[in-house]
Protein backbone atom coordinates (compact mmCIF):
# COMPACT_ATOMS: atom_id res chain seq x y z
CA UNK A 1 0.00 0.00 0.00
CA UNK A 2 1.43 3.62 -1.16
CA UNK A 3 1.18 6.04 2.31
CA UNK A 4 0.24 9.41 0.87
CA UNK A 5 0.02 12.93 2.71
CA UNK A 6 -1.50 15.84 0.86
CA UNK A 7 -0.32 19.62 2.43
CA UNK A 8 -2.18 22.67 1.06
CA UNK A 9 -4.12 25.32 2.64
CA UNK A 10 -7.23 25.16 1.65
CA UNK A 11 -9.56 22.42 2.93
CA UNK A 12 -11.56 22.41 0.04
CA UNK A 13 -8.17 21.54 -2.06
CA UNK A 14 -7.41 18.84 0.67
CA UNK A 15 -10.60 17.08 0.48
CA UNK A 16 -10.44 17.07 -3.44
CA UNK A 17 -7.30 15.07 -3.10
CA UNK A 18 -8.01 12.82 -0.95
CA UNK A 19 -11.53 11.68 -2.77
CA UNK A 20 -9.43 11.04 -5.70
CA UNK A 21 -6.50 9.22 -4.15
CA UNK A 22 -8.55 6.91 -1.86
CA UNK A 23 -10.39 6.05 -4.78
CA UNK A 24 -7.26 3.94 -5.89
CA UNK A 25 -7.13 0.51 -3.61
CA UNK A 26 -3.10 0.92 -3.74
CA UNK A 27 -3.07 4.06 -2.47
CA UNK A 28 -3.76 4.80 1.48
CA UNK A 29 -4.03 8.39 1.96
CA UNK A 30 -2.48 9.16 5.67
CA UNK A 31 -2.88 12.65 6.58
CA UNK A 32 -4.10 16.14 4.99
CA UNK A 33 -2.88 19.26 6.93
CA UNK A 34 -1.79 22.84 6.35
CA UNK A 35 1.98 24.09 5.87
CA UNK A 36 1.88 24.49 10.00
CA UNK A 37 1.49 21.17 11.16
CA UNK A 38 2.79 18.94 7.97
CA UNK A 39 6.05 17.75 9.50
CA UNK A 40 4.59 16.77 12.41
CA UNK A 41 2.35 14.55 10.33
CA UNK A 42 4.83 13.38 7.98
CA UNK A 43 7.16 12.32 11.12
CA UNK A 44 3.76 10.52 12.78
CA UNK A 45 2.39 8.91 9.50
CA UNK A 46 5.92 7.76 7.49
CA UNK A 47 4.06 8.42 3.89
CA UNK A 48 5.70 7.28 0.99
CA UNK A 49 4.61 10.38 -1.47
CA UNK A 50 3.18 13.84 0.29
CA UNK A 51 1.92 15.87 -2.50
CA UNK A 52 2.67 19.83 -1.02
CA UNK A 53 1.48 22.90 -2.01
CA UNK A 54 4.05 25.56 -2.85
CA UNK A 55 2.13 28.77 -1.89
CA UNK A 56 0.73 28.96 1.60
CA UNK A 57 0.25 31.75 3.97
CA UNK A 58 1.88 30.23 7.38
CA UNK A 59 4.65 28.00 6.33
CA UNK A 60 5.26 27.97 2.53
CA UNK A 61 5.73 25.07 0.38
CA UNK A 62 9.89 25.49 0.21
CA UNK A 63 10.08 25.86 3.94
CA UNK A 64 8.41 22.53 4.40
CA UNK A 65 10.07 20.66 1.59
CA UNK A 66 13.57 21.65 2.92
CA UNK A 67 12.32 19.62 6.44
CA UNK A 68 10.94 16.66 4.67
CA UNK A 69 13.72 15.70 2.44
CA UNK A 70 16.05 16.82 4.96
CA UNK A 71 14.38 13.88 6.64
CA UNK A 72 16.58 9.88 7.29
CA UNK A 73 14.08 8.45 4.84
CA UNK A 74 12.73 11.61 2.89
CA UNK A 75 9.14 11.02 0.59
CA UNK A 76 8.61 11.54 -2.53
CA UNK A 77 7.41 15.48 -2.46
CA UNK A 78 5.38 16.37 -5.68
CA UNK A 79 4.66 19.95 -5.53
CA UNK A 80 1.13 21.48 -6.56
CA UNK A 81 1.57 24.10 -8.56
CA UNK A 82 0.11 27.02 -10.57
CA UNK A 83 1.65 28.60 -14.13
CA UNK A 84 2.10 31.72 -12.03
CA UNK A 85 5.03 29.44 -9.96
CA UNK A 86 8.27 29.74 -12.40
CA UNK A 87 10.54 30.73 -9.63
CA UNK A 88 9.44 28.72 -6.71
CA UNK A 89 9.58 25.56 -9.36
CA UNK A 90 12.75 26.33 -9.67
CA UNK A 91 14.14 26.73 -6.15
CA UNK A 92 12.11 23.33 -5.09
CA UNK A 93 13.85 21.59 -7.68
CA UNK A 94 16.74 22.86 -6.20
CA UNK A 95 15.82 21.55 -3.03
CA UNK A 96 15.01 18.14 -4.42
CA UNK A 97 11.46 18.21 -5.30
CA UNK A 98 11.02 14.85 -7.49
CA UNK A 99 7.37 16.09 -9.08
CA UNK A 100 5.52 19.50 -10.07
CA UNK A 101 1.70 18.60 -10.60
CA UNK A 102 -0.95 21.26 -11.26
CA UNK A 103 -3.99 21.15 -9.02
CA UNK A 104 -5.87 20.57 -12.04
CA UNK A 105 -4.65 17.48 -13.18
CA UNK A 106 -7.20 14.60 -13.85
CA UNK A 107 -7.62 11.98 -11.51
CA UNK A 108 -6.16 8.77 -13.30
CA UNK A 109 -3.18 11.06 -14.14
CA UNK A 110 -2.75 12.02 -10.34
CA UNK A 111 -3.09 8.57 -9.25
CA UNK A 112 -0.60 7.66 -12.15
CA UNK A 113 1.95 10.22 -10.64
CA UNK A 114 1.80 8.98 -7.08
CA UNK A 115 2.41 5.42 -8.03
CA UNK A 116 5.48 6.80 -10.16
CA UNK A 117 6.88 9.01 -7.28
CA UNK A 118 6.17 6.06 -4.70
CA UNK A 119 8.24 3.82 -7.19
CA UNK A 120 11.13 6.48 -7.33
CA UNK A 121 10.65 8.04 -10.45
CA UNK A 122 10.13 11.67 -11.42
CA UNK A 123 6.71 13.05 -12.53
CA UNK A 124 6.43 16.57 -14.36
CA UNK A 125 2.89 17.58 -15.92
CA UNK A 126 3.75 18.43 -19.49
CA UNK A 127 1.10 21.38 -18.86
CA UNK A 128 3.32 22.82 -16.64
CA UNK A 129 6.89 22.17 -18.80
CA UNK A 130 6.96 25.42 -20.12
CA UNK A 131 6.82 27.11 -16.71
CA UNK A 132 9.40 25.12 -15.08
CA UNK A 133 11.70 25.65 -18.89
CA UNK A 134 11.59 29.69 -18.50
CA UNK A 135 13.40 29.59 -15.31
CA UNK A 136 16.55 27.74 -16.85
CA UNK A 137 16.78 29.17 -20.37
CA UNK A 138 18.66 32.26 -19.60
CA UNK A 139 21.42 29.59 -17.58
CA UNK A 140 21.63 27.75 -21.37
CA UNK A 141 24.66 27.03 -22.80
CA UNK A 142 24.28 25.55 -26.68
CA UNK A 143 27.95 24.79 -27.65
CA UNK A 144 28.45 22.43 -24.79
CA UNK A 145 25.47 20.87 -24.60
CA UNK A 146 25.46 20.48 -28.81
CA UNK A 147 28.59 18.52 -28.13
CA UNK A 148 26.62 16.37 -25.09
CA UNK A 149 23.55 15.20 -27.04
CA UNK A 150 26.16 14.60 -30.00
CA UNK A 151 28.01 12.22 -28.21
CA UNK A 152 24.30 10.53 -27.26
CA UNK A 153 23.34 6.93 -29.06
CA UNK A 154 20.05 7.78 -31.12
CA UNK A 155 18.11 5.70 -28.87
CA UNK A 156 19.43 8.23 -25.93
CA UNK A 157 18.24 11.05 -28.17
CA UNK A 158 15.23 9.50 -28.19
CA UNK A 159 14.66 9.23 -24.72
CA UNK A 160 15.88 12.66 -24.41
CA UNK A 161 13.42 14.17 -26.61
CA UNK A 162 10.53 12.62 -24.78
CA UNK A 163 12.41 13.73 -21.41
CA UNK A 164 11.85 17.34 -23.04
CA UNK A 165 8.47 16.44 -23.51
CA UNK A 166 7.73 15.63 -19.92
CA UNK A 167 6.99 12.54 -19.95
CA UNK A 168 7.32 9.60 -17.40
CA UNK A 169 9.58 6.62 -17.96
CA UNK A 170 6.24 4.39 -18.19
CA UNK A 171 5.25 6.77 -21.23
CA UNK A 172 8.64 6.97 -22.61
CA UNK A 173 8.97 2.72 -22.40
CA UNK A 174 5.35 2.24 -23.98
CA UNK A 175 6.13 5.08 -26.94
CA UNK A 176 9.68 3.35 -28.03
CA UNK A 177 8.14 -0.09 -26.92
CA UNK A 178 10.90 -0.43 -24.38
CA UNK A 179 10.91 -1.92 -20.77
CA UNK A 180 10.76 0.36 -17.90
CA UNK A 181 14.33 -0.57 -16.86
CA UNK A 182 15.58 -0.38 -20.30
CA UNK A 183 14.37 3.04 -20.29
CA UNK A 184 15.93 3.93 -16.72
CA UNK A 185 19.07 2.98 -17.94
CA UNK A 186 18.85 5.17 -20.83
CA UNK A 187 17.62 7.96 -18.48
CA UNK A 188 20.57 7.03 -16.89
CA UNK A 189 23.03 7.36 -19.31
CA UNK A 190 21.40 10.73 -20.57
CA UNK A 191 21.54 12.34 -17.32
CA UNK A 192 25.68 11.18 -16.78
CA UNK A 193 26.30 12.49 -20.71
CA UNK A 194 24.25 15.89 -20.15
CA UNK A 195 25.87 16.33 -16.76
CA UNK A 196 23.00 17.22 -15.17
CA UNK A 197 21.44 16.01 -12.08
CA UNK A 198 18.03 15.48 -12.46
CA UNK A 199 15.50 14.79 -15.75
CA UNK A 200 13.97 18.41 -15.34
CA UNK A 201 17.04 19.98 -16.00
CA UNK A 202 17.65 17.39 -19.23
CA UNK A 203 14.39 18.32 -20.67
CA UNK A 204 15.49 22.16 -20.16
CA UNK A 205 18.60 20.99 -22.41
CA UNK A 206 16.30 19.14 -25.12
CA UNK A 207 13.83 22.07 -25.21
CA UNK A 208 16.39 24.52 -25.93
CA UNK A 209 18.20 22.13 -28.23
CA UNK A 210 15.15 21.56 -30.65
CA UNK A 211 14.83 17.71 -29.68
CA UNK A 212 11.57 18.20 -28.53
CA UNK A 213 10.02 18.97 -31.35
CA UNK A 214 11.34 15.84 -32.83
CA UNK A 215 10.41 13.22 -30.80
CA UNK A 216 8.76 9.85 -31.54
CA UNK A 217 4.95 9.82 -31.72
CA UNK A 218 3.00 6.78 -31.00
Keep these: MIRVMVVDDEGLVRSGLRLILSSATDLEVVATCDGVHAVEEADRHH ?53 FLLKDTEPEQLVHAVRVLAAGGKILSPKVTDAVIGGYLSASTPGPVRARIAA ?67
Design 152 to 218: MTPREREVLALIGRGLPNADIAARLHLSPATVKDHVSAVLTKLAVANRVQAAVLARDAGLAQTAPER
Design 47 to 99: PHVVLLDLRMPEVDGLTVLRALVARPQPPAVAMLTTFDTEDYVAQALGLGAAG
